[in-house]
């Protein structure tokens, strides 16, 4: 079946820790691919995206993610993480059928 | 306008309730979407209105109905529900319904109803 897999269920980092989750995709078809943060107790909002053009695209608050379509992958990176990153992240894919299909998420918790 | 707003934020309601959930944006968009979302669980895909028409239905019980009213509003009726039904259900709207490299897909989610079903 085709589906969103992110690695990491939880992961736990000091400040200034350098991160990378994981996000890989199943679909062999053109895709548009995202990332969506959830900070505790608010809604879920955009990260960011990727359509076309670059690989390596840049969203809010310093992230950036990278797609690697030989790898069905996109995975979302921060050279140095905040207290304040504490959230859970959802890596989500639009595929042709217009149908938007999200990862189970990976929740993170930064140690101040 | 850039929200999603969805009412209540909090519904408590029996298995023989019919009660609804309100979602409304003002943005423009012309696709609106219902999801349901378990704890520490993804949201999951339920329906997708586009130009105030039914695309999607992921196969939702008929418990759960959906309606369209206008491009603004989004309702979901709720009857005869289960426990099991009790979840945080989110209401998102973008431009538009389908892929493309303009950003039309991108979601807009709203903070979400919390129902409870006693």
């Known amino acids: 079946a085709q589906s969103v897999s992110q690695h990491n269920h939880h992961v736990i980092l000091s400040e200034a820790a350098s991160l990378e989750l994981g996000c890989n995709y199943s679909?062999?078809?053109?895709?548009?691919l995202f990332w969506y943060v959830q900070y505790p107790g608010q809604h879920l909002q955009l990260l960011l995206k990727?359509?076309?053009?670059?690989?390596l695209v840049k969203g809010i608050k310093g992230f950036e993610a990278e797609f690697i379509k030989s790898k069905f992958s996109f995975n979302l990176r921060k050279p140095s993480v905040q207290w304040s990153d504490t959230a859970e992240y959802f890596c989500?894919?639009?595929?042709?059928?217009?149908?938007?299909?999200f990862g189970k998420g990976t929740r993170l918790h930064i140690l101040p | 306008d850039t929200e999603v707003t969805q009412t209540p934020k909090h519904l408590v309601m029996g298995m023989t309730n019919k009660k609804s959930l309100k979602c409304e944006q003002h943005?423009?968009?012309?696709?609106m979407y219902w999801y349901k979302q378990k704890a520490k669980k993804p949201p999951e895909l339920m329906f997708v209105?586009?130009?105030?028409?039914?695309?999607i239905n992921e196969s939702v019980p008929s418990r759960f109905s959906p309606e369209c009213p206008n491009s603004s509003l989004l309702n979901l009726h709720l009857h005869a529900l289960q426990p099991e039904d009790s979840a945080l259900y989110l209401c998102?709207?973008?431009?538009?319904?389908?892929?493309?490299?303009?950003?039309?897909?991108?979601?807009?989610f709203g903070a979400g109803s919390r129902l409870t079903v006693l």
């Open positions: 998102a709207s973008s431009q538009r319904l389908g892929q493309g490299i303009s950003g039309a897909n991108v979601l807009t």
């Open positions: 679909y062999g078809g053109t895709v548009n």
């Open positions: 990727y359509f076309s053009g670059d690989p």
């Open positions: 989500a894919v639009t595929r042709r059928d217009d149908k938007i299909i």
């Open positions: 943005m423009g968009h012309r696709a």
């Open positions: 209105y586009s130009y105030e028409k039914l695309s």
